[in-house]
């Protein structure tokens, strides 16, 4: 059965940081992209970050220069390193794994709420 367990949400004050991991039960040998998007209530769900399984990068424009993400391909694992953290980042982020065509996956989210 495929998984994707994500980790690392919590409520946290303006400016703060707060990493997300995902660690992804799928069996293939590559997932071609993965990442992280959101969604705040009251709106679509959007784009944050994703990365290829080579390391390059997609990051949204609202968190340019204060998100970095990463992963782990021998772990199958994506990371969300978030700081200068805003109010406007509070939202259910949902993790995302894109294998190939037909095959693409979502965690079931980690709420992350910004508030002081």
């Known amino acids: 059965q495929v998984q994707l367990a994500e980790s690392g949400g919590g409520l946290v004050q303006p400016g703060g940081s707060l990493r997300l991991s995902c660690v992804a039960s799928?069996?293939?040998?590559?997932?071609?992209?993965m990442g992280w998007y959101r969604q705040a209530p009251g709106k679509q769900r959007e784009l944050v970050a994703t990365?290829?399984?080579?390391?390059?990068?997609n990051d949204a424009p609202s968190v340019k220069g204060r998100f970095t993400i990463s992963r782990d391909n021998a772990k199958k694992a994506v990371y969300l390193q978030m700081n200068s953290l805003k109010p406007e980042d509070t939202a259910v982020y949902y993790c995302?794994?894109?294998?190939?065509?037909?095959?693409?996956?979502w965690g079931k989210g980690t709420l992350v709420t910004v508030s002081s």
């Open positions: 995302n794994a894109y294998a190939a065509i037909g095959m693409e996956y």
């Open positions: 799928l069996e293939i040998f590559v997932i071609y992209r």
């Open positions: 990365i290829t399984d080579g390391g390059i990068t």
